[in-house]
């Protein structure tokens, strides 16, 4: 955690400023963004990290700064923007999960927070194929859904309803999904994580 500091402190290197005078890293108000997208050297996203993390990395010049909002956190013998999208300066190797985690809220954001079944509003996951009848609970047989059709299917299958999808479920791909899961998403992240205006994580 960043935390106001006199001088140099071990493992917070912060800016280069005129030694005779105290050196206090600027800290974000809680009013300000808290959380800030972290971009390797060759711009491609790695994670999300808090808005002081961020604020630490560009002072201590180990990122800088692509996209800043409009606060400004003022210190003694510093003012920084602070920072929206930062870039390491220096290029890092990180393994990557091999899948997106299955949860109530990751459906829901992949299925647009819509019933798959009738486009009504969702409010509960429903198995495509029902876990007693030996469905898993994997990303390709978990649909989001609304009370009433989850209550109207039961655990009887699409074919004795005569129901469709009007698509087949699928694993969530790309950066968005990997780094962020269901986090909400600040606008200002959209072009370097490829996603369209109109979807969201």
Sequence with gaps: ???????????????????????????????????TLLLNATFEPLCVVSSRRAIVLVLADKA????????VVHAATVSLAVPVVVRLTRYVRVPYPSSV????RAVFTRDGQTCVYCGGSATSIDHVVPRSRGG????????????????????RSLAELGWALPHPPRTPTGAAWRLLGHRTVDPRWREWLGMPESVSA
């Design 1 to 35: 955690m960043l935390r106001a500091a006199s001088g140099s402190t071990a493992g917070h290197p912060g800016p280069r400023r005129d030694p005779s005078r105290p050196s206090v890293l600027p800290v974000p108000s809680p009013g300000t963004t808290s959380a």
């Design 101 to 104: 985690p299955l949860s109530r």
């Design 64 to 71: 800088v700064p692509v996209d800043s909002a409009a606060d």
């Design 136 to 155: 898993t609970h994997t990303w390709d047989n978990v649909v989001a859904a609304c009370r009433r059709c989850n209550h109207t299917k039961a655990d």
